[in-house]
Nanobody, 118 residues
């Protein structure tokens, strides 16, 4: 069993930055696809960024490309989402996800609120 704990959310003005962290416990995440999703009020959860196992290549949604960066620290068993040039439309609850479809693994964190004021 893997537990994912997000942190780093908060309130920031438009144009500002935040860094979200997702710490995994119970098992190393190094062999999982690690994703960041978000869900705004009244909207469906959407994929924001993903680091793909085993290549480590990354995917970003068009809406965040060039502004968000996902990285990982294997030694700390933690993934990060650096969010720059934040916009009010980035306001959402952000969730960390660890998944391997071939192993039927799909773990979620509890979410962290990000609010961007205009």
């Amino acid at each position: 069993q893997v537990q994912l704990i997000e942190s780093g959310g908060g309130l920031v003005q438009a144009g500002g930055s935040l860094r979200l962290s997702c710490a995994a416990s119970g098992r190393t995440f190094s062999s999982y696809n690690m994703g960041w999703y978000r869900q705004a009020p009244g909207k469906e959860r959407e994929l924001v960024a993903r680091m793909i196992w085993p290549s480590g290549s990354t995917y970003y949604a068009d809406s965040v490309k060039g502004r968000f960066t996902t990285t990982r620290d294997i030694a700390k068993n933690t993934v990060y989402l650096q969010m720059n040039s934040l916009k009010p439309e980035d306001t959402a609850i952000y969730y960390c996800n660890a998944a391997r479809a071939d192993l039927k693994i799909d773990y979620w964190g509890q979410g962290t609120q990000v609010t961007v004021s205009s």
